[in-house]
């Protein structure tokens, strides 16, 4: 194979990250690289060697922290990428970004006509109006998209589309309505599968249909964040801060939202149906179906990951006082039943500690009597167990046989009822674990990933604050994670798993993956505010979020959600080299990076998708800078749903 020696125009050029096709290592030439890649139009196409040449590194070069206003109220990307060859050779590309869509556009509907992107609809598939402004009645549609997964499925087949890849994007919330009041946790998430033509000469995706999955059947979905691509090629979604049954405020909203918006009745949405792991199964025609499995605890799920096993499943858990979650299911491929686990540290964790972790049991159930004692049994939280307030007036006087506990920095007493183990610990899951002596010290532990070839898990602690810091109010020394001072701008932790693992009971557990020590990889660094706003220091992390970890790039992509950057970014870290993340993106002032997931290889293209959500939310932000974001997408109710694309500025050049 050589060379095209035909010059294209520059509007020829390869615009996508997926023109870099990286098949696992040694299976791909520089000449099969160059496929469709050409330089601009003043450079040289170099004609590669005949001896096919082998990916050996691939290194992310930083882009610096937009400064303009013009450059932070959008999303910028300045970063680049080398690739360097086993023949000495090397290539270097232009990162840049690329949206199927902005929400609330018009985008082809499955089936014909058209829909609007990351609109909502209630249990009848009716959409759901916006009347907040009577004189302009449209239908809502989410501005915060959140957790994807890109799915190839063999022989899919789609009605007027080539080559039929998949990508399911799920809408976490609406910020606010017309009329500016806060839309937060009232209405049932949306999620879409929108079927996508990959170009087989330059891994181009183009979007051609957009489908709402039917929520009707899991009673609707609850503040869907996070989400990841299960080694069987399902999207495992997320819903994020359970209702709290007991209406003692230690968990999320009330709801009664979902109730009016999604089935007409404010009473009919009952808590214990939502904060579960939803699953969507992608049709090879680009329709789905979802289940949602109420064996995995009824926790803050942000992000969960499968091992490679098929069967063992860590859990982010963005709570106060939360935990390290784990899952391990009775059979492969399937998640309707199986053992949920909870940490124990057994050493103390800080901030340069290993801490060795055993593995409490809180019990073993089927998804489906779990979901029968809601809908079929109506069980009530008073059935399952007694929770009282420290604060409560009418708590017992004697309390001798309840057991104290701190949640979402609450002093609670809890006691459960003769019988109903089973039920607590899979629908008051944080109760339970915290009475069954798990160390539920963690605030905000959201995104998590693995590395395979290390056998090493990470997860993000979007804060190291309140229950994770020693002598704070909300700290327990039992629970041996104990920080010396706050850190806002929390961390990545880093978790290595092993086989022929115990149970802090002396159990043995039946899983190759299970997590067995955790410290620190990396730590954001708090600084006091500077003209930009920033409260973190702008090229450390701050407050990490979602997390993907790529096999062949060797690399750990980090996301962010907070206020610490006003413009938040994406971030690459390579494990080997160990050398300071390096920042790929920034998205729009205010606005939380989203939607992260890195995909190896698709018909052997790889990919690293990329959104954002609730651009120019932050109260901080200057008029002008507010301002500006808020005019570039829909005056704020608007946000982008798309991936990292990639020039090729430096052929593959011979080194000297």
Not at 135 to 142: E, I, L
Not at 315 to 338: P, Q, R, V
Not at 524 to 546: H, Q, R, W, Y
Request: aromatic share 8%; charged share 20%.
């Amino acid at each position: 194979m050589t060379a095209n020696t035909q010059q294209p125009s520059r509007r020829d050029l390869l615009k996508w990250f997926a023109g870099i096709p990286f098949l696992p290592l040694g299976a791909m030439s520089t000449a099969a690289a160059l496929s469709g890649c050409n330089s601009s139009d003043d450079s040289t196409v170099v004609t590669p060697p005949v001896k096919p040449a082998n990916l050996k590194s691939a290194t992310f070069i930083k882009m610096d922290a937009p400064t303009t206003t013009a450059e932070r109220a959008k999303t910028t990307v300045g970063s680049k990428l080398k690739i360097e060859w086993d023949d000495a050779t090397s290539s270097e590309y232009k990162l840049g970004y690329e949206s199927f869509f902005e929400t609330g556009a018009k985008v082809p509907k499955w089936g014909g006509g058209e829909i609007i992107a990351g609109g909502y609809f209630d249990a009848k598939g009716q959409p759901i109006m916006d009347v907040s402004v009577p004189t302009s009645p449209r239908q809502y549609f989410s501005d915060c998209p959140d957790g994807s997964s890109l799915i190839q499925l063999a022989d899919a087949k789609v009605d007027g589309v080539s080559n039929p890849v998949f990508h399911v994007v799920q809408f976490e919330y609406a910020t606010q309505n017309q009329a500016g009041k806060s839309e937060y946790g009232n209405l049932p998430s949306p999620i879409a599968i929108l079927t996508l033509d990959q170009d087989q000469k330059t891994g181009h995706l183009a979007l051609k249909k957009y489908y709402n999955v039917d929520t009707s059947s899991v009673h609707g979905l609850w503040i869907t964040c996070g989400a990841s691509m299960s080694p069987w090629n399902t999207h495992l979604s997320s819903e994020e801060y359970e209702p709290d049954a007991f209406e003692q405020d230690i968990g999320g909203p009330s709801p009664k939202g979902i109730g009016k918006n999604f089935f007409g009745d404010e009473t009919a949405a009952k808590p214990y149906n939502y904060g579960h792991l939803p699953e969507v199964i992608v049709n090879k025609d680009g329709s789905g179906t979802i289940i949602k499995h109420y064996c995995l605890g009824r926790i803050s799920h942000e992000l969960v990951h499968v091992m490679p096993d098929n069967r063992t499943v860590i859990m982010g858990d963005d709570y106060t006082n939360g935990g390290f979650f784990m899952f391990i299911a009775d059979k492969e491929k399937d998640l309707s039943a199986g053992t949920l686990y909870v940490a124990k540290y057994t050493s103390v964790l800080t901030e340069t500690t290993t801490a060795q972790i055993k593995w409490i049991e809180l019990g073993h159930a089927t998804s489906k009597e779990i979901k029968d004692m809601v809908n079929v049994q109506n069980i009530q939280p008073s059935d399952i167990m007694e929770s009282y307030l420290d604060t409560d007036t009418n708590k017992p006087a004697d309390l001798s046989s309840f057991t104290p506990i701190i949640l979402a920095k609450k002093k609670l007493w809890v006691k459960v009822k003769p019988g109903m183990e089973k039920a607590a610990a899979f629908l008051e899951t944080h109760r339970y674990a915290a009475l069954k002596g798990a160390s539920m010290a963690f605030t905000k532990m959201e995104g998590t990933t693995i590395n395979i070839k290390d056998k090493v898990a990470y997860s993000a602690l979007a804060n190291i604050q309140d229950s994770m810091i020693k002598d704070d109010a909300s700290w327990v020394a039992a629970h041996n994670v104990s920080f010396t001072s706050k850190i806002t701008a929390g961390g990545v932790l880093a978790h290595d798993l092993a086989a022929a693992q115990y149970t802090l009971a002396g159990q043995p557990m039946n899983s190759e993956w299970v997590p067995y020590q955790s410290k620190m990889l990396l730590i954001g660094e708090d600084i006091k505010v500077d003209s930009l706003g920033n409260t973190a220091n702008p090229d450390k992390i701050a407050s990490p979020d979602n997390l993907k970890f790529s096999e062949t790039l060797r690399t750990l992509f980090i996301g962010e959600d907070s206020g610490n950057h006003p413009n938040n970014f994406l971030w690459a870290y390579n494990v080997d080299t160990k050398v300071a993340p390096v920042r790929l993106l920034s998205t729009p002032a205010g606005a939380e990076s989203t939607g992260l997931h890195a995909v190896d290889s698709v018909n052997g293209w790889t990919y690293i998708m990329s959104n954002f959500q609730h651009a120019g939310d932050m109260k901080s932000l200057s008029a002008e800078l507010k301002a500006a974001t808020l005019a570039n997408y829909n005056n704020g109710f608007s946000a982008s749903v798309g991936y990292l694309t990639a020039d090729l500025i430096m052929p593959s050049v011979q080194k000297k």
